[in-house]
């Protein structure tokens, strides 16, 4: 009798061990999923920023052209 309770202990401790090593894996493998999708986020985040300087930079510089041309136009042409 004692060596069938001891039978049953021993599977019963072997299926709780399964079940938490599949909760185990479970929780890490939602991790993992976790840590790619915040860093995808960030490196988007990232080329976004960079995009928008490098934007704005061009708008910049290509309002600085055009006035710096309009008034050379106009310098030639009154001059």
């Not at 090593?21 to 890490?28: F, G, I």
């Not at 493998?29 to 930079?57: D, I, P, V």
């Amino acid at each position: 009798m004692r060596m069938r309770e001891s039978l049953a202990q021993l599977e019963r401790a072997f299926v709780d061990e399964i079940e938490q090593d599949r909760a185990k894996a479970e929780r890490l493998r939602r991790e993992a999923e976790r840590r790619t999708r915040q860093r995808q986020l960030a490196k988007t985040h990232k080329r976004g920023s960079m995009r928008f300087g490098l934007l704005y930079l061009i708008l910049v510089a290509t309002a600085v052209l055009v006035t710096v041309a309009m008034f050379e136009t106009l310098y030639y042409v009154m001059g």
